[in-house]
Each structure stands twice: as C-alpha cells, then as structure tokens.
C-alpha cells in the first residue's frame, strides 16, 4: 500500500560526504515519522535519524553533528545528509516512514535499502 524508493549510496572516501533520499508512495493520508536506520555486517539495525511531521530531529550520538535529516512533507520524501563520513558508518542504510493509510489503517514502510561504503 504504501512504498518507499531510496536513493543514493555509494563509496566514499573518509571525510566525505553523501546524500541520500527516500520517496514515499501509494495509499498515504499522512505521514508520522520518517527516518533512517542502519545496519552493519553482523551487527543489529540500528536508528541514525528521525524527524517528525513538525520538524523535529533526533539522532544517534555516534552521528550527532555530522549527519542532517530533513523531510518534505509536500513531497513525502526525506534526506538524509552525510558529512564527515568515517569507515564505522559504512552499512546499508534503509529509510522508514510511519502513518496513516487512505483506509484509516497504520502503517509502517521500509526502503530497499542502500549500500555506503567508507574507505580509502
């Protein structure tokens, strides 16, 4: 009923930056939440960001001041910007978004998923 596609990913160097997006579709009334979470080779999925409908953030402290969540609610995307990138941030990045359906139900959305890499 409702999907996400995410953009962006890659490699980058440490130090770099990326930018990544999440567009969300289909059955939606309203959006609640939208965030990104993460998850390394053997470890557990793991929250970097999330902002809600007013605006408002919150973050991992491993990423506080380095990465940016920002959302469009006209759009019904959200952006996640990566500054100062280090090799422990390189997982598969997934976007989720939270709300209320067109047929009053709840719903909760996963992106695809996107690879970022951090090395030299």
């Known amino acids: 009923q409702v999907q996400l596609v995410e953009s962006g990913g890659g490699l980058v160097q440490p130090g770099g930056s990326l930018r990544l997006s999440c567009a969300a579709s289909?059955?939606?009334?309203?959006?609640?939440?939208m965030g990104w979470y993460r998850q390394a080779p053997e470890k557990q999925r793991e929250l970097v960001a999330t902002?809600?409908?007013?605006?408002?953030?919150a973050y991992a402290d491993s990423v506080k001041g380095r990465f940016t969540c920002s959302r469009d609610n006209a759009k019904n995307t959200v952006a996640l910007q990566m500054n100062s990138l280090k090799p422990e941030d390189t997982a598969v990045y997934y976007c989720?978004?939270?709300?209320?359906?067109?047929?009053?139900?709840?719903?909760?959305?996963w992106g695809q998923g996107t690879q970022v890499t951090v090395s030299s």
């Open positions: 289909g059955s939606i009334f309203s959006i609640h939440a």
């Open positions: 902002i809600t409908s007013g605006g408002s953030t």
């Open positions: 989720n978004v939270r709300g209320i359906t067109t047929f009053g139900t709840m719903f909760q959305s």
